[in-house]
């Protein structure tokens, strides 16, 4: 006789069970739709986004995420707890439906069992050893909540009644298992394929049969009780997301990575900029608030907040969504909060890390549009002023725009504007251009590309500022207005391709300004560098040296380039000791989303926490790849007291030391 059992024992396969069990089901399943019904009349309120293109690859990448839990695991301990009970709970989920599938289906209509022999055997203990995983999962995951309590995880009691519910299911399980196998399978070799249920069964064996018949049969209907209440309680708390954070995954933005949607800004319908309300914002925006678990690891990795500014990017996401659902009338800006809003570096450390591709950083700069195109309001005189420089000087550092190109004299560079005879046109910035730190870098980058035999064109006077600080800041119609100039001239100096020495540069030159027109190559100077090392073009006489390296955020988190940097400076003889936060969970320098432009007020300098990270390797020199970082550090090492002791550069500083003499 092959190895079987019998399916609804001691239950009954009659009317008297499948009707109540299925009307209650068709109760839970019901009540499921109806609560999303419900929430999508909310999620409507926002602005139409499209997020259904390429469906074959949303659908996939889901599916990677879902299964595979590949965002979860990322941060270890609870991501792999979390990872072992979706796991386990979902083999628990497929076991059932195949029991069902069996019962109620093809033995019923067509006499087919398919639940027996070694299949069954392979089965049993894969279902025991699922819910074995997904009880003690959830037993670490309730000490961590409830126990251990980590800084900033909120409870609520959503959290009390849904992880009741999960631990009964599982629970009434295994003693509805033990009952049937203390009746069915005492001394069976079967038993053996169950083990959990065989030591269940082993506890409860002592209290005769038809006590355990009893307790098996209400133990049946109280565990289907608790699973349909689970179900039809899901929209109505906040393990919505077991439905929204998969929906998520397939809504993610497809890239490119950190490309913030352009205004119109000759759009003549258009009333408002930015968002001021919920109705201001995209039914995505609405919708990431369900989708968010509060599992709190954006606010973990964010610099603003690990430096005691007011700004929790979960919080910020939350606040939308219960505005939408509770007063989707009110001032966004005063429920955020205006010091949170600016807070932002936009160094996308949320965005990375959140396993349910939440977008953090595009509504903050919504809010922030609002409040500087529709109130002209800044987080600072400072701020102001450097907006107005920009304007007027094509630069935020109040230099006359004449003199942008007198850092290179004497390099015996080319005019890009007059000229067309040079191999590539190296897009300098602003601060390359005028801040004395940030020149040498930009020396150091012309002398390696005449060493490797090329002709370097800039636009000198004819440059301008990227835009990007100010459009990260929310002035879109400057940075709009700085692009459209660059772009111009970019295109009349026959350029073929473009090298930057600042990652914002890179980022907005390669992404942004692809709406407005722009479509030449632009490389960032490290994969620049790393490419004529590789070529033999550029020569380096290697020298052992000990350092720290940074990863900036809009070369590492934005774009993804963490190895060429490293592989430049393992070419010059590095040994990189690694910070502890690092590649892409690298800690920003505090400069990004236009913070650059203004003054630290809040809480602890992010610059200072970043500094100490680097001198906690105990190496002497910190490598950048970043202006921005550079300055950053320059000024962090003062704060920090460590200027003796730790020495910023940048990558090209170091490389240009080292060629042949």
């Given at each position: 006789m092959e190895f079987t059992r019998e399916i609804y024992w001691n239950v009954g396969h009659g009317a008297a069970t499948l009707v109540p069990m299925y009307l209650l089901a068709i109760a839970a399943i019901a009540a499921l739709v109806y609560g999303f019904v419900r929430r999508a009349e909310t999620y409507k309120l926002g602005k139409p986004k499209d997020r259904f293109d390429q469906p074959l690859a949303r659908t996939a990448a889901m599916l990677r995420d879902v299964l595979l839990q590949t965002r979860v695991l990322r941060v270890k301990g609870p991501g792999l707890a979390h990872s072992l009970f979706f796991w386990g709970f979902a083999?628990?989920?497929?076991?059932?439906?195949?029991?069902?599938?069996?019962?109620?289906?093809?033995?019923?209509?067509?006499?087919?069992?398919?639940?027996?022999?070694?299949?069954?055997?392979?089965?049993?203990?894969?279902?025991?050893?699922?819910g074995l995983a997904a009880l003690v999962t959830l037993f670490a995951l309730l000490i961590r909540r409830w126990v251990i309590r980590p800084a900033g995880l909120l409870t609520s009691r959503d959290d009390l009644i849904m992880h009741g519910?999960?631990?009964?299911?599982?629970?009434?399980?295994?003693?509805?298992?033990?009952?049937?196998?203390?009746?069915?399978?005492?001394?069976?070799?079967?038993?053996?394929?169950?083990?959990?249920?065989?030591?269940?069964?082993?506890?409860?064996?002592?209290?005769?049969?038809?006590?355990?018949?009893?307790?098996?049969?209400?133990?049946?209907?109280?565990?289907?009780?608790?699973?349909?209440?689970?179900?039809?309680?899901?929209?109505?708390?906040?393990?919505?997301?077991?439905?929204?954070?998969?929906?998520?995954?397939?809504?993610?933005?497809?890239?490119?990575v950190g490309k913030l949607a352009t205004?119109?800004?000759?759009?003549?319908?258009?009333?408002?900029?930015?968002?001021?309300?919920?109705?201001?914002?995209?039914?995505?925006?609405?919708?990431?608030?369900?989708?968010?678990?509060?599992?709190?690891?954006?606010?973990?990795?964010?610099?603003?907040?690990?430096?005691?500014?007011?700004?929790?990017?979960?919080?910020?996401?939350?606040?939308?969504?219960?505005?939408?659902?509770?007063?989707?009338?009110?001032?966004?800006?005063?429920?955020?909060?205006?010091?949170?809003?600016?807070s932002c570096t936009t160094c996308r450390a949320c965005q990375d890390i959140c396993p349910a591709a939440i977008e953090h950083v595009d509504k903050i700069v919504e809010l922030r549009r609002n409040l500087v195109l529709m109130e002209g309001e800044f987080p600072g005189d400072e701020v102001m002023t450097a907006m107005e420089q920009i304007e007027v000087n094509g630069n935020p550092l109040g230099m006359g725009y004449a003199a942008r190109g007198d850092w290179a004299e004497g390099l015996g560079l080319v005019?890009?504007?007059?000229?067309?005879?040079?191999?590539?046109?190296?897009?300098?910035?602003?601060?390359?251009?005028?801040?004395?730190?940030?020149?040498?870098?930009?020396?150091?980058?012309?002398?390696?590309?005449?060493?490797?035999?090329?002709?370097?064109?800039?636009?000198?006077?004819?440059?301008?500022?990227?835009?990007?600080?100010?459009?990260?800041?929310?002035?879109?119609?400057?940075?709009?207005?700085?692009?459209?100039?660059?772009?111009?001239?970019?295109?009349?100096?026959?350029?073929?391709?473009?090298?930057?020495?600042?990652?914002?540069?890179y980022n907005t030159l390669t992404k942004d300004y692809r709406d407005l027109g722009l479509t030449i190559e632009v490389q960032p100077h490290p994969v620049f560098l790393s490419q004529l090392v590789a070529e033999g073009r550029l020569k380096i006489d290697a020298a052992s040296f000990d350092c720290s390296y940074h990863d900036s955020c809009y070369l590492g988190r934005h774009n993804g380039l963490y190895g060429a940097p490293r592989q430049l400076i393992e070419s010059a003889g590095g040994r990189i000791a690694e910070m502890e936060k690092n590649r892409d969970q690298g800690f920003c320098c505090g400069a990004g989303g236009g913070r650059i432009l203004a003054e630290e007020k809040l809480g602890s300098r992010i610059n200072v926490a970043r500094v100490q990270q680097a001198a906690a390797t105990g190496t002497s020199l910190l490598l950048a790849n970043c202006p921005f970082c550079l300055t950053m550090f320059e000024d962090g090492v003062k704060g920090a007291g460590i200027e003796e002791s730790l020495r910023p550069r940048d990558i090209a500083e170091v490389l240009a030391e080292r060629l042949p003499a």
């Open positions: 083999l628990l989920f497929v076991g059932t439906a195949l029991i069902v599938i069996q019962a109620d289906f093809t033995d019923l209509l067509f006499d087919v069992v398919f639940l027996k022999g070694a299949f069954y055997k392979l089965f049993s203990l894969v279902l025991d050893l699922a519910l999960l631990f009964a299911i599982l629970l009434t399980g295994f003693f509805i298992e033990g009952a049937r196998m203390a009746v069915t399978e005492a001394g069976n070799p079967l038993a053996a394929w169950s083990p959990v249920g065989m030591g269940l069964a082993g506890l409860v064996g002592g209290l005769g049969e038809s006590t355990l018949l009893a307790l098996h049969r209400g133990l049946w209907w109280f565990h289907l009780l608790l699973a349909v209440l689970f179900i039809g309680l899901i929209p109505f708390t906040k393990f919505r997301h077991i439905l929204t954070t998969s929906a998520n995954l397939f809504l993610a933005n497809r890239g490119p205004i119109d800004l000759e759009n003549e319908n258009t009333e408002s900029f930015g968002a001021r309300t919920v109705t201001d914002m995209s039914w995505k925006d609405i919708f990431d608030a369900d989708a968010c678990t509060l599992c709190k690891r954006c606010q973990d990795r964010c610099p603003a907040y690990n430096t005691d500014k007011p700004l929790s990017p979960m919080q910020v996401v939350n606040r939308i969504g219960e505005t939408a659902f509770t007063a989707p009338d009110a001032d966004l800006i005063e429920t955020v909060g205006r010091d949170a809003i600016w005019d890009a504007g007059s000229s067309r005879d040079f191999d590539v046109l190296y897009f300098v910035g602003c601060y390359a251009s005028f801040d004395k730190r940030n020149i040498a870098v930009a020396r150091s980058f012309v002398k390696l590309c005449q060493a490797a035999g090329l002709k370097v064109g800039i636009l000198g006077k004819d440059e301008k500022c990227c835009g990007e600080p100010a459009r990260k800041m929310g002035n879109e119609y400057l940075y709009q207005t700085m692009a459209g100039e660059n772009i111009g001239t970019i295109e009349a100096s026959g350029a073929r391709r473009i090298v930057t020495t600042c990652p914002h540069c």
